[in-house]
């Protein structure tokens, strides 16, 4: 990406002399300290927050070779046209990211407190998908804007994604005063827990009701709403989005569908009181939407007083909940509550900056076969305040690429562009035979009279040329066998693709890429014909040399001494069996005082998460995905702790109650605190954990006051081993115990990587089982939860790629983007994103997720896959029955043959018609006239259904109003009395599904139906 904008005509400059350099103005942070609330964390990736700052705004990191620039402010000019210059210097970024992918690394703090934002480290409960648990980064090219003329970009969170500091210094705690905005854009939302920006939990917990202080915007209806269908301006106060006194609806909070930026304000603090207010942030002032008391204060005090923590978060929840997606610009946060008065003149001065839309942008692209064709529009938008004239659009393609419009390269539009017109061409783009991946470039020129030059913009999107060869169907396993596991690829071209060398990268959410499979050299795949892959028994763990007898494996199950294995391809007779390799543990994260430790090359010891299955002797891999390293274990020490205070501690004091500390020893060194509060300490002696139990005695007294719940942190004795690192490893670097592995009856004579396959014909529980056999095996799992499949050619283009996990729902870590790079050339990832959906798993042949018909693609992951369709009988059925009651009715139809039970109980049916969900049985006995029905469940049960109540002559049929469920069972509301009695056990139902012939066999409550079965190595059929 190359760019060179020079500033826009404002009016104000209209009558600056030539040659004068224009001062700066003021920044939001100028206003708030005026006001005597001063800003301690201003973030910006668009410009600078106060009017004399000069520092960096962010930092990207580049793919290609993971190094950094930071990105600061452009200088003011003084010709051809003044300029104050302090927005971002986008230029930079676009010379530094050209030809590759970049990745937003930091935000940094401009009020100098140094509460810069930072990769998200793992919540407990919702670790990130990137390495470590990190959450991932955004790109750093999805979000562009202009701001005063410049161009500019913004962080465009996806699920997944977020910054945190949890170390943060002089932020509000308890209920200190603050006042918190940003600026966001108005269309990039969706229901996933939570888009914040504000004060959280300094540890990635959910650590109580009024723990937090942020603004929200988005649709999650989990905890409250506001009027309409949303979007919503709300406050994350911690186990509550609010927008008011009550805790649901709020009809004073609109709902905002017009604004494509959004300034969100919530103040609060220093007594029972807080204010949420919002704003246009391209004109007009602000509207407060709510001022008062604290939410429930009047009845409890879960949110007055506050218990606010003093961290930093963006666009995810305090528990790390990253299910959320947003856009933002820039945000501040003070101590002090802000009058009224000076949020409007933040507001005013938000206005003025002048945020506008992109530039230029380009149509999205999809994959091109060899020779292929797409249009491509290429869009330009006059941001500035007066008509631009000649217009000229054109597109860049890579080598051996064409485009063309008109028949020509470029248009170029006679008639001026008035201010906030647009202009488009659309260009014929056509690939060239040879395969191969690059960037596609769209340019504007443009001249504004008064500027005296030509000026230009540019915006770059990613391109891919490959072979129509598809991951077709994939199944991550059966309840039964969670390791039987395939990958199916399908040459939907009309002619052979040959595969010699392509590989297969496997990511599992929150570990590091690692390479599944190489397809061997020679393997030519005919046009519809399939290449089947097939998860083997076990696989190594950890590389083998030529020469090895003995060999490390993720698994021992079904092995015995004298089977025979085939290790990649080398058949030997296993002499004896030890242990498995253990699960994947990591360098310890201090997530509250990180969140990385760097462990220098030349080291002998790591600190690790989890110690459990490391033995003296025995082996220890390092780093698997990235800088890999093989040791030998010569001490197994404790684990690392992260924990908190469970009493609070006084200044002078020389013993702590913890809330952990089993892995704690005498001579550890102690992180207490975050922040200005922050210090270390050494044990002397540990005692149990509790408030009221011994705890841990010091060897020096506290230097500060402690409350109860701060954070504590122990990096423990670790793990030691020889011989030293050879390279640097990080927090969140996967470490794994070996175990002993498998001794071989002769040595290996080649080489073998990590992950290669331990094929086991006797294996009949542990792996994929057929039919039919593979046409490969593989040796490393897939995440049956979340992760991505890519499929590389030989010159390393993705050819396809499949990225999954849970669905999108209003709550929190749902829908998470394992791989970014691979989820945005395979879907469009606006508002929740565009990933494959995994299926809940199944018995018997399970289910899967594939293209139907083979080989369709629309570079869509969210609709291009599909999977069978499955319920369950919660009811169970009879023999002879016509009708089953199911739990839901999705993807059912007329026609459609289903497969009900597994094993010995298989049976088959055909559908004669489908009607509603819903089977339970009612709780308690009902009397007639009552309009509230206690049931066992409520699977399927939706309002305004019809249901049927109990059997005989005491069945009935009524409208559902409302359900309620819970973990005892639930109610459901009807329309009208009931004009019967019912006792418990009695059936309720919705009108369930018809067969067409009777059932032949009778099937248990709980008994799975599905659509179909997975079809390895054959036309999906779904």
Same mark, same amino acid.
């Given at each position: 990406?190359k760019?060179?904008?020079?500033?826009?005509?404002?009016?104000?400059?209209?009558l600056?002399?030539?040659?004068?350099t224009?001062?700066?103005q003021?920044g939001p942070?100028?206003i708030?300290?005026?006001?005597?609330?001063?800003?301690? !964390?201003?973030?910006?990736t668009?410009?600078?927050?106060?009017?004399?700052?000069k520092?960096p705004?962010?930092q990207?990191?580049?793919a290609?070779?993971g190094?950094?620039?930071?990105?600061?402010?452009v200088?003011?000019?003084a010709?051809?046209?003044?300029?104050?210059?302090?927005v971002?210097?986008?230029?930079?970024?676009?010379?530094?990211?050209?030809?590759t992918l970049?990745?937003i690394n930091?935000?940094y703090d401009?009020s100098g $407190?140094?509460?810069?934002l930072l990769q998200s480290p793992?919540?407990?409960?919702?670790?990130?998908?990137a390495?470590g648990?990190?959450?991932?980064q955004?790109v750093?090219?999805m979000?562009?804007i202009?701001?005063g003329?410049? $161009?500019?970009?913004?962080? %465009?969170?996806?699920?997944?994604m977020?910054?945190?500091n949890?170390?943060?210094?002089? =932020?509000?705690?308890?209920?200190e005063p603050?006042?918190?905005y940003?600026?966001?854009?108005?269309?990039?939302?969706?229901?996933?827990?939570?888009?914040d920006?504000?004060?959280?939990?300094?540890?990635g917990?959910?650590?109580?009701t009024?723990?937090?202080e942020t603004t929200?915007f988005?649709t999650?209806?989990a905890?409250g709403?506001?009027?309409g269908p949303?979007?919503?301006?709300?406050?994350?106060?911690?186990?509550?989005?609010?927008?008011?006194?009550?805790?649901?609806q709020?009809?004073?909070?609109p709902?905002?569908d017009?604004?494509?930026?959004?300034?969100a304000?919530?103040?609060?603090?220093?007594?029972n009181?807080?204010d949420l207010?919002?704003g246009?942030?391209?004109?007009?002032g602000l509207? #407060?939407?709510?001022?008062?008391?604290r939410?429930?204060?009047?009845t409890n005090n879960?949110?007055y007083?506050? *218990?606010k923590q003093?961290?930093?978060?963006l666009?995810?929840g305090?528990?790390n909940g990253?299910?959320?997606?947003?856009?933002?610009?820039?945000?501040?946060?003070?101590?002090g509550?802000?009058?009224?008065?000076t949020?409007?003149?933040?507001?005013?001065?938000?206005?003025?900056a002048?945020?506008?839309?992109?530039r230029v942008?380009?149509?999205r692209v999809? /994959?091109?076969?060899p020779?292929?064709?797409?249009?491509?529009?290429?869009?330009?938008?006059n941001?500035?305040?007066v008509?631009?004239?000649?217009?000229?659009l054109s597109l860049?393609?890579p080598?051996?690429w064409?485009?063309?419009?008109s028949?020509s390269?470029s248009?170029?539009?006679d008639a001026?562009?008035a201010?906030?017109?647009?202009?488009?061409?659309?260009?014929q783009? #056509?690939?060239?035979? $040879?395969t191969?991946?690059g960037? =596609?470039?769209?340019?504007?020129?443009w001249?504004?009279?008064?500027a005296g030059r030509k000026?230009?913009?540019?915006?770059?999107?990613r391109?891919r040329?490959?072979l129509?060869?598809?991951?077709?169907?994939?199944r991550?396993?059966?309840?039964?066998?969670?390791?039987?596991?395939?990958i199916?690829?399908y040459?939907?071209g009309s002619?052979?693709?040959?595969l010699?060398?392509?590989?297969?990268?496997n990511?599992q959410?929150?570990?590091?890429?690692?390479?599944?499979?190489?397809?061997?050299?020679?393997?030519?795949?005919?046009?519809g014909a399939?290449?089947?892959?097939?998860?083997?028994g076990s696989g190594?763990?950890?590389?083998a040399?030529p020469?090895a007898t003995a060999? *490390?494996?993720r698994?021992i199950?079904?092995?015995?001494? +004298?089977?025979?294995?085939?290790?990649?391809?080398?058949?030997?007779?296993?002499?004896?069996?030890?242990?498995?390799?253990?699960?994947?543990?990591t360098?310890f994260?201090?997530?509250?005082t990180g969140p990385? =430790? /760097?462990i220098p090359a030349g080291?002998t010891?790591?600190?690790?998460t989890n110690?459990?299955g490391f033995?003296?002797?025995e082996?220890?891999g390092?780093?698997i995905?990235?800088?890999?390293?093989?040791a030998t274990?010569?001490?197994?020490g404790k684990?690392?702790?992260?924990?908190t205070?469970?009493?609070?501690?006084? !200044?002078?004091?020389t013993?702590i $109650?913890? !809330?952990?500390s089993?892995n704690m020893t005498?001579?550890?060194?102690l992180?207490?605190g975050?922040?200005v509060?922050?210090e270390?300490?050494?044990?002397?002696?540990? @005692?149990?954990?509790g408030?009221?139990e011994?705890?841990?005695?010091l060897?020096?007294?506290?230097k500060?006051?402690?409350?109860?719940?701060?954070?504590?942190s122990?990096?423990?004795?670790?793990?030691?081993?020889?011989?030293?690192?050879?390279?640097p *490893?990080l927090?969140?670097?996967a470490?794994?115990?070996?175990g002993?592995g498998?001794?071989?009856?002769r040595?290996?004579?080649r080489?073998h990587?990590y992950?290669?396959?331990v094929?086991?014909a006797?294996a009949?529980?542990?792996?994929?089982q057929?039919?039919?056999?593979?046409?490969?095996?593989?040796?490393g799992?897939l995440?049956?939860k979340?992760?991505?499949?890519?499929l590389?050619?030989?010159?390393g283009?993705?050819?396809d790629?499949?990225v %999954?996990?849970?669905?999108?729902?209003?709550s929190?870590?749902?829908?998470?983007?394992?791989?970014p790079?691979?989820?945005?050339?395979?879907?469009?990832?606006?508002?929740?994103?565009?990933?494959?959906v995994?299926p809940?798993?199944?018995? @018997?042949?399970g289910?899967?997720?594939?293209?139907?018909?083979n080989?369709?693609?629309?570079d869509?992951?969210? /609709?291009?896959?599909?999977?069978?369709?499955a319920a369950?009988l919660?009811?169970?059925?009879?023999?002879?029955?016509?009708?089953?009651?199911?739990?839901?009715?999705?993807?059912?139809a007329? +026609?459609?043959?289903i497969?009900?039970?597994?094993g010995?109980?298989?049976?088959?049916?055909?559908i004669?018609?489908?009607?509603?969900?819903?089977a339970?049985?009612?709780?308690?006995d009902?009397?007639?006239?009552?309009?509230?029905?206690?049931?066992a469940?409520?699977m399927?049960?939706?309002?305004g259904?019809?249901i049927?109540?109990?059997?005989?002559a005491?069945?009935?049929? !009524?409208?559902?109003?409302?359900?309620?469920f819970?973990r005892? @069972?639930g109610?459901i509301?009807v329309s009208?009395? =009931?004009t019967?009695?019912?006792t418990a056990?009695?059936?309720v139902s919705?009108?369930?599904i018809?067969?067409?012939?009777?059932?032949?066999m009778? *099937?248990?409550?709980?008994?799975?139906?599905?659509s +179909?079965?997975?079809t390895?190595?054959a036309?999906n059929?779904f």
């Amino acid at each position: 990406m190359k760019i060179r904008i020079l500033a826009v005509l404002l009016p104000a400059l209209a009558l600056t002399l030539a040659g004068a350099t224009p001062p700066r103005q003021k920044g939001p942070c100028d206003i708030y300290g005026a006001a005597g609330t001063p800003c301690v !964390a201003a973030h910006s990736t668009t410009r600078a927050l106060y009017g004399a700052y000069k520092g960096p705004l962010y930092q990207v990191k580049r793919a290609s070779d993971g190094k950094t620039l930071d990105i600061g402010v452009v200088p003011p000019t003084a010709s051809p046209v003044p300029d104050a210059g302090g927005v971002a210097d986008a230029a930079a970024q676009d010379a530094f990211c050209a030809n590759t992918l970049c990745v937003i690394n930091r935000i940094y703090d401009q009020s100098g $407190k140094g509460n810069h934002l930072l990769q998200s480290p793992p919540g407990p409960l919702f670790p990130g998908p990137a390495k470590g648990g990190f959450d991932t980064q955004p790109v750093a090219d999805m979000a562009p804007i202009t701001i005063g003329g410049h $161009k500019a970009y913004g962080v %465009y969170i996806m699920p997944g994604m977020g910054f945190r500091n949890n170390d943060a210094r002089d =932020l509000a705690i308890n209920d200190e005063p603050e006042g918190i905005y940003y600026v966001i854009d108005g269309t990039h939302y969706d229901s996933g827990c939570c888009f914040d920006y504000g004060n959280s939990s300094t540890n990635g917990r959910a650590v109580g009701t009024g723990t937090m202080e942020t603004t929200y915007f988005g649709t999650a209806t989990a905890w409250g709403s506001g009027a309409g269908p949303g979007p919503w301006i709300m406050a994350d106060l911690e186990a509550g989005l609010f927008s008011g006194y009550n805790a649901k609806q709020n009809s004073g909070d609109p709902t905002i569908d017009s604004w494509r930026f959004v300034t969100a304000v919530v103040d609060g603090g220093g007594g029972n009181r807080w204010d949420l207010r919002g704003g246009n942030a391209q004109k007009g002032g602000l509207t #407060t939407f709510y001022s008062g008391i604290r939410p429930g204060s009047r009845t409890n005090n879960s949110y007055y007083p506050m *218990h606010k923590q003093g961290a930093i978060l963006l666009g995810v929840g305090g528990d790390n909940g990253n299910g959320s997606a947003g856009t933002f610009y820039e945000g501040v946060m003070t101590t002090g509550y802000p009058t009224e008065a000076t949020t409007d003149a933040v507001q005013a001065n938000i206005v003025a900056a002048r945020y506008g839309v992109q530039r230029v942008r380009l149509s999205r692209v999809t /994959t091109f076969t060899p020779g292929s064709t797409q249009n491509v529009t290429a869009t330009f938008t006059n941001v500035s305040e007066v008509p631009v004239t000649g217009v000229k659009l054109s597109l860049s393609v890579p080598a051996g690429w064409t485009a063309r419009v008109s028949g020509s390269v470029s248009k170029t539009f006679d008639a001026p562009v008035a201010p906030g017109a647009s202009v488009s061409a659309a260009f014929q783009v #056509t690939s060239p035979s $040879k395969t191969g991946a690059g960037f =596609l470039t769209g340019k504007a020129e443009w001249s504004i009279p008064t500027a005296g030059r030509k000026q230009f913009d540019t915006i770059p999107t990613r391109v891919r040329n490959v072979l129509p060869v598809k991951i077709n169907e994939v199944r991550l396993g059966t309840t039964t066998n969670p390791t039987d596991q395939f990958i199916e690829l399908y040459n939907a071209g009309s002619s052979a693709a040959d595969l010699s060398n392509w590989t297969l990268v496997n990511t599992q959410s929150q570990w590091a890429p690692v390479r599944l499979a190489t397809i061997p050299a020679g393997t030519n795949l005919a046009s519809g014909a399939y290449y089947l892959l097939g998860l083997s028994g076990s696989g190594l763990a950890a590389p083998a040399a030529p020469g090895a007898t003995a060999v *490390h494996v993720r698994s021992i199950t079904g092995l015995a001494p +004298g089977d025979k294995v085939g290790i990649d391809g080398e058949t030997r007779t296993v002499a004896s069996i030890g242990t498995a390799a253990a699960a994947l543990t990591t360098v310890f994260e201090p997530v509250s005082t990180g969140p990385w =430790l /760097t462990i220098p090359a030349g080291s002998t010891n790591l600190p690790v998460t989890n110690a459990a299955g490391f033995a003296v002797g025995e082996k220890l891999g390092i780093d698997i995905g990235g800088n890999y390293e093989l040791a030998t274990v010569t001490a197994v020490g404790k684990a690392a702790t992260q924990t908190t205070l469970a009493a609070a501690s006084a !200044a002078g004091a020389t013993n702590i $109650k913890v !809330a952990a500390s089993e892995n704690m020893t005498p001579g550890d060194t102690l992180t207490i605190g975050t922040g200005v509060r922050k210090e270390t300490a050494t044990v002397q002696s540990a @005692g149990a954990s509790g408030a009221s139990e011994k705890g841990i005695d010091l060897a020096a007294p506290l230097k500060f006051d402690h409350m109860s719940g701060v954070d504590v942190s122990d990096v423990g004795t670790g793990i030691s081993f020889t011989p030293a690192t050879r390279l640097p *490893h990080l927090s969140g670097d996967a470490v794994q115990a070996l175990g002993s592995g498998l001794t071989l009856d002769r040595p290996l004579t080649r080489s073998h990587e990590y992950g290669a396959a331990v094929v086991n014909a006797q294996a009949a529980t542990a792996g994929y089982q057929g039919p039919p056999a593979p046409n490969q095996w593989f040796g490393g799992t897939l995440s049956a939860k979340a992760g991505s499949i890519a499929l590389l050619d030989a010159a390393g283009s993705v050819v396809d790629a499949m990225v %999954y996990g849970s669905q999108q729902s209003s709550s929190s870590g749902n829908g998470t983007i394992t791989s970014p790079e691979l989820a945005t050339i395979e879907g469009d990832q606006g508002k929740g994103g565009c990933i494959v959906v995994v299926p809940a798993p199944a018995g @018997g042949a399970g289910r899967s997720r594939g293209r139907f018909p083979n080989g369709a693609d629309a570079d869509s992951n969210c /609709t291009d896959f599909q999977t069978q369709a499955a319920a369950f009988l919660p009811l169970g059925a009879s023999a002879g029955a016509t009708n089953i009651k199911t739990g839901n009715v999705t993807g059912f139809a007329p +026609g459609q043959k289903i497969l009900i039970d597994t094993g010995a109980n298989l049976e088959t049916a055909v559908i004669a018609t489908v009607g509603t969900a819903g089977a339970s049985t009612v709780r308690t006995d009902t009397s007639a006239g009552a309009t509230v029905l206690p049931v066992a469940g409520g699977m399927g049960f939706s309002a305004g259904q019809a249901i049927t109540i109990d059997s005989g002559a005491k069945q009935e049929t !009524a409208v559902i109003v409302s359900t309620t469920f819970g973990r005892g @069972g639930g109610a459901i509301t009807v329309s009208v009395p =009931l004009t019967l009695a019912h006792t418990a056990g009695a059936q309720v139902s919705g009108t369930g599904i018809s067969l067409t012939a009777p059932l032949t066999m009778t *099937h248990a409550g709980g008994t799975q139906i599905v659509s +179909g079965v997975p079809t390895p190595g054959a036309p999906n059929q779904f």
